[in-house]
Structure formats: structure tokens, C-alpha cells
């Protein structure tokens, strides 16, 4: 039997567990109070709350905090009561704005303060709801184009080349006719080599001689090189003409550490290095190949090149890697480049940047506590092979080999400041700048296989364009540089860089824009300035346009170097295209000024004195010419509608064969099937001949001439403002571009090189200005009537940009 303390035990613990459930049914303090442990008054709102100014989450709900949910309390509501105020003030302004615009009878866009996203500014806090994530919006994210791989070749025997859709048009015309880069119209002979070392320059760079036969082939390759006098004014040529544009090894390091020791008088053959040998021997490569008073392609140049190539093959440069073994890879890149062997060069530069990593020339010298020499040393060549990888990866449309998340090697030169306060640098400093923090952005974001969304093309625009070039590396009458007389002529050297400084800008900004060129030619066949993607219509016309007048100007200035700069009249080639296409379609405005800059193009290759290479350019542009020349023509003289409306607009009947033969020469996706693998006569990988004796060495200097140009201005800005206007262009004033009609004046004696324009275009009819000057910053024009509508939903549909390019351009084939 049960005694009563144990009956009062039992009541004790029934009345502590019924206690415990109704406790935890009821809230004793809010949840905002229990986050900060604070003491609830319990009467909801709780004082705490209404203390802080959230008294309509109590009692249930909390202020958390974190990424993306802050929030500034008061003590007293006054902060939410100011907050209300400013709100609905923000909505009376609103109010008032959208009725202004409305009213405006030139406002055709909703104002840009009355946006979606500023819509929302004034909208209260809701901290007792959790937004839902934002949608990603798939159509902005998407590029604008699809499948633009590049044009890709395969022979019969299996050999392929792949050349990517920012090409230019020269290498895609080879690609397309299944020809190498090399000359394969006219043999070259070469002077007689010993035996062992046409061999040892087949074998290269793979195979390595043995201790014997390396001291033999080392005693030769040095029997052969020229007299110190010979070879000192050979070496001086090559710092004047060549290293202006790459400069592998300094000057100074070069006569100190090569040329003396190696024509010392009491050298021994064995002492001699074969890697810093064959430094000397590019050297002199490339010195006689830009000698100007001897002939191109001369075969002294590819005696030297043999030679050193076979004194590479003495130590192995894959097993020995040193850097003046890169050193001469990297020169024996630029003689191919001069040489245009594009083949080879795309390879062996390939095996510069893996020996540069196995050095360790992409990390900062200075963290290993290097000596000042060696460092600068080993940080020159790193951003010359990087400036040199990033401009060939443009010119053959193909990824760079370097990419900047693993670099960290500092810039060699650093910049100052000149009397003006203007930032100064030299063009080496300009080129690491440009090519490390400008073009690779570049190389990542637009010329990658995704062809990014059009807003990311009109961003790196700007940041190419606004990119600073320092006075002293200005181009008087580009760029919007001023034109006055220098104190002193520029030397030749100082003239080259200036040029190149401002084409690698203008060519950057033509291969952005040329596909989305083409897509707005195909949109809008009859007026491409309606298009979404007008403004890279006008950039890809004033590009091309200011990159023909360059090549002109420097041309007349210094015709027998640039005319060994081939890679200058390659990019030409491609500007002409773009201009030819334009200037087919008659009733552009810009057609009558395309075909005035096209027929420059067309007079600047016939100038140039090697027609084996110009020969296969100059039936194209004659066939851009004549199409051009008979759309104009039609357009004054149709007698009917019908015969008028397929003159303006398309040009004479194109051929469908002729559409799919040259289609590549845009760069889009195309895949071209040889009868048969090309076999150049000679070539960087096979043994030179040996003639009995070598060929005379005789040029003649190429003829002057009269030459037709445009000063040329690139202060193209704010583009992307262009669809906000009613846009009418007159071509007699477009581009900062004098009338094509006016001769123009230079202003100083050494501006002589800027020329009369008298290519006749058909007169347009002048009418009132118009607002689109103010965002190109262009002088006052008249426009000719061209009608800009935007798209209506801003929206841009995926297609294909490098199919567009296919679509006209095969008309451009010679018949």
C-alpha cells in the first residue's frame, strides 16, 4: 500500500510536466529579443522592438543579418518617418519626369532616370520577407554569335592548317587555295653550305650532334661567318630595321656578351656557346634580310638562318635550355615572320613559351634575389615573347600560349613623366603594357570560342580606344595627334614604332567589329545602319579606313622598309575587303568614301615591287573595284525600278560558287578539302640547295609616287549612344576625314607625306546637322538621310556573326 509521501511525489512531477508543455506552447519573449538575448517586456510589440523601430515583426519575426541584408537602426522612428518622406518625393519627381519626357516631341526612348532598376530605389524594406533569388537573365548572358571556328584545311595526304575567325583575309585566302605561306612562284638559291651542316639544320631541333661531329659542324659554322667589319654593319642594320619591333637581346647585351667574344682573334672554336652563336647568326639574318640595298628574300638571310638553326642543333636547345637559346628562337620567329613563313613560326613559337616556363621567365626574377642585370634581363625577354605571342595569336586567329593568371613577372621599363606632366614611356614600355593588361583581355573575352554577348564587344571598345598612347609615340595627323613641325626629322626607328603603336590599335578594334560588320550587312542588306549592330559597322568602315591611310602615309614617308613589313599589307588586304563590301552597296553613304579609301588600297599593292604576293591580291580588289564601279554607276543610271533596285543594293548577279569559294575569307566556321598537300620549293624545314655559286645581289629601288589619303582620326567615341538618334551621315566629312574632294594641306614641311585625295565620289546632298556628331567627336557635317531604328524589345536573338560574313563575301572572288 502506497504511503502518502509518494502520492505527493506524483502530484509534484505531473505538475512540473504539465508546466514544461504549456511552456513550450506559449512565447514568453519575441524571437527578436531571444536573437539578442535581451529581457522581453512580453507585451507585443515588446518595448525593445518598438525602441528600435521594428515593432511590425514582433513577435515572431527577427532582423537577421548578413551578405546582402544589412539594415541602419534608430533608436526612434524618426529615421522611418524621414525615410517615407524622401520616398514619396522620389515618386513626385517621377511623376513629374515622366510627364515632361512624354510630352517632348523629340523623345522617342523612355527617359534613362525612369529605368526598371531606379524604379525600385524608393521602394520600403520588407525585412519580414525573404526576396526569391533573381533570375539569371540566359538571353544577356548569351553571346551574340554562334560556331565561328575558323576555317579549317585538310590535304589528301593529311596535312591540315587551322586558321581561327580573327584571320586576316591573306592567310584565309591561303588557306582557302591550299598554298603555303612561302613564296611558291620563284625558287630562291642559296649560296653552297659543308655538307654537315644543311643536315644538322634538317635535324633541327630534335636531334643533337655528337661530341665529334659538334666540334667539326662549330669550326665550320664559324668558318662561314662574314668579316668583323662586314658583320658589324650587318649587326647595325638589324638594330635599326628590326629590332625596333622586337628586341629579344638589348643592344649593349649583345655587342658585350656576343659579337666580341665570338670574334675575338684568339678564340677557340670549342669556347664558343652554340646557342649564343646562333643569336649571332639571326642577327645577321635578320640584318641582311632588311639590308635596303640589297634585293628581298635575299638567300644570304636564309644562309644565315640555316646556320643557325644547325648551331642550335649542336646543344639541344629541348636539353639545354638557356636564354640565349631563347633568345634565338625568338629572333629566328621575327626573320619568319619578316620572311612569312607562317608555318614553322606558329610551331617553334609554341616550343619559345614551353622553354620560357621550364626557365621560370613567366615568375618575378626579383623573388629570387637575382642580380639587377639578370633580372632586367630575364624580364625583357619574358614581355617581348609575350608581346610577340599576343600580336601573332591575332594575325593567325588563334589562342595565345601565355595566359596572365600565371604571370607575375614585372614590367622591365617603368614609365615618367615629361616638362608637360604627360605620362611617358618608350615604345618597349608600350607594347608589355598593351599587349599584358589590353590585348589579352582581349584575346580572353572576344576571341575566345564563345563569341561573347555584344555589350562585353562595346565595352573592350572603349577600353582599346581609350587605351593611352604617350606623346612621343603619337602619329601627327592620327589618333587626333596634332600636325606641326618637329624640331628634328624622326628617325626611322622612332617613325616605325609610332606607326605600329597606333595599327595595333586600329587592327584590334577592326577584328572586334568585322563579324558583327557582317551580320548588320546581312540584317539589313539595304540599310545596315538600322541595324543593332551599326556601331560596328562605323567602326569596322573607320578602322579600315584610318588603317589604309597609315600604311599609305608611312609608305610614302619610308616605301622600301614598309614594303619589307609585309604584315602590314596583309592587314590592307583585309581593310579592303570590309571597304569593298561597303562600297558595292551604292546607296550607303558610306559607299562613294569606302571605294575612294578602296581605290587607295588598290594603288598601295600596286606599288608594292613583289608581285608574287601581290599577284594573287590584286585580282580580288580589281574585282571589289569593278563591282563597285558598276553599282555607283547603276545607281545613276537604272532606267527601270528593277534593274536600279539590284544595282544599288547587291551589286551585278553574284555566283553561288563564287559565295561558297571565299567564304572563309570572314573567318567563319569552313572546313576546305586539298586534292593534294602543297610542296613549297623551299622551305624552313628542308636543306637548302647548293648552287655552284651564289646569285648576284642587285635591287632596284622601288618607284615614287603620288599617292591618295585622308588624314585619319579615331576619336570615334560613345558609339553604343548611337541608337538614340536619328542618324544621317554625309561620307564628304565623316571620321575627322577631310572632303575626299578637297586636296589636303599639310601643315609643316615634314608632314609631306600626308596627300591629295582625287578620287571622284558621286556629290550627296548637304542636309542640317545632326546630333551624332557629338558622340563621335567628329567635325561639323552634313548627313545624307539613314534611318536608325532600335530594336523593339532590346533583346538581341542568337545567330551566327561569322555566317553573315560568308554571305557577301564570296562575291569577292576573281574571276
Sequence with gaps: MASPSNFSHRDETSSLVNRTVKRRGVALSCAECRRLKLKCSRVFPCSNCVKKGCGAICPDGSLTTGKGNRFVLANTEALHDKISTLANRVRQLEDALLVSHTDNPHSRHPHPLLSDELLQIKRPLERERQDAPPVKDENAESGDAIDAM?????????????????????????????????????????????LDVPWLSFAFPFTSAVSKTAEGVRGSIISLLPGVSTAKKICDIYYRHAAWMYTPISELDFYETIFRPVYTQDVQHESVNPHRLAVLLMVLALGTLLDLEKPAHNPEAMQYYQLARAALALDSVLEEQSISGIQALLLMCHFMFLSD????????????????????????SGKWHLNAEETYKRRELFYELLTYDSWQSLTYGRPPSLSSAHIDTKFPVETTTNAAGELEMSFAAWKHRFSAQCLSVVHDQAFGTRTPNYKVIQELDR???????????????????????????????????????????????????RGFFAQALEDNAQDPMGSKYAPSVLAAYTSACSFVGLIESLFKQHPAITERMWFLFTHVFSCAIVLGSIAVKSRMALAPSALSHLESAYHLFTRVSDNTRTGKILPILQKLKERAHSAQSGLHQASSQETATRLSYFGPTIKSEDRDELSALGGMTRLVSRKSPSSPPYSASSPPSQPTSPIPLSQEPPQSYQAAMESASTAWQNYTHIQNFNVNINVNEFSGYPNVNTPVQPQASDMSYMYNNNTQVHAQQMLPMDPMQEYYGYPSAGYAPMQMMPSPDGNTPPHDVQDSWQNFMAQYKPM
Design 150 to 194: 575558323g576555317s579549317l584545311s585538310i590535304s589528301q595526304g593529311g596535312r591540315s592548317t587551322f586558321f581561327g575567325q580573327t584571320a586576316n583575309s591573306w592567310y584565309l585566302l591561303q588557306n582557302e587555295e591550299g598554298s603555303d605561306e612561302e613564296d611558291d612562284s620563284s625558287p630562291v638559291h642559296e649560296p653552297p653550305m659543308p
Design 341 to 364: 613563313m607562317g608555318g614553322p613560326r606558329w610551331v617553334v613559337m609554341g616550343m619559345v613559351v614551353k622553354l620560357a616556363h621550364s626557365i621560370g621567365l613567366h615568375r618575378d
Design 463 to 513: 577600353k582599346v580606344r581609350q587605351w593611352y598612347i604617350p606623346p612621343s609615340l603619337q602619329v601627327p595627323g592620327f589618333g587626333g595627334a596634332k600636325v606641326g613641325a618637329e624640331i628634328e626629322q624622326p628617325s626611322i626607328e622612332l617613325t616605325m614604332q609610332r606607326y605600329i603603336a597606333f595599327a595595333i590599335k586600329e587592327i584590334t578594334l577592326f577584328y572586334m567589329h
